[in-house]
Nanobody, 115 residues
């Protein structure tokens, strides 16, 4: 069984920064990618950023230039550095681990950006 433990969410003022962390444990095999999704109230869950097993990264247009995803292969961890945060970044952020067998989700961490 795979577990994803997220940390780093919180309340920050507009223009501020936060760093999210997610560490996976358990029977982890055949990783395709790790990444972050977010879901704001009344909206669908959307991809924020992801990094593949080969190191390729993908970002939502809305966060390009402000967010940076990184990973630790040895720790099975993924990180999201969020800078220049805006009120529209407010959402629950979910860590995702995608393998060739199935996907896994963390419990979510709240990020609130005040104006």
């Amino acid at each position: 069984q795979v577990q994803l433990v997220e940390s780093g969410g919180g309340l920050v003022q507009s223009g501020g920064s936060l760093r999210l962390s997610c560490e996976a444990s358990g029977s982890i095999v055949l990783i395709k990618s790790m990444g972050w999704y977010r879901q704001a109230p009344g909206k669908e869950r959307e991809l924020v950023a992801a990094v593949t097993s080969s190191g390729s990264t993908n970002y939502a247009d809305s966060v390009k230039g402000r967010f940076a995803i990184s990973r630790s292969i040895t720790k099975n961890a993924v990180y999201l550095q969020m800078n220049s945060l805006k009120p529209e970044d407010t959402a629950v952020y979910y860590c995702n681990l995608d393998t060739w067998l199935r996907g896994h989700w963390g419990q979510g961490t709240q990020v609130t950006v005040s104006s």
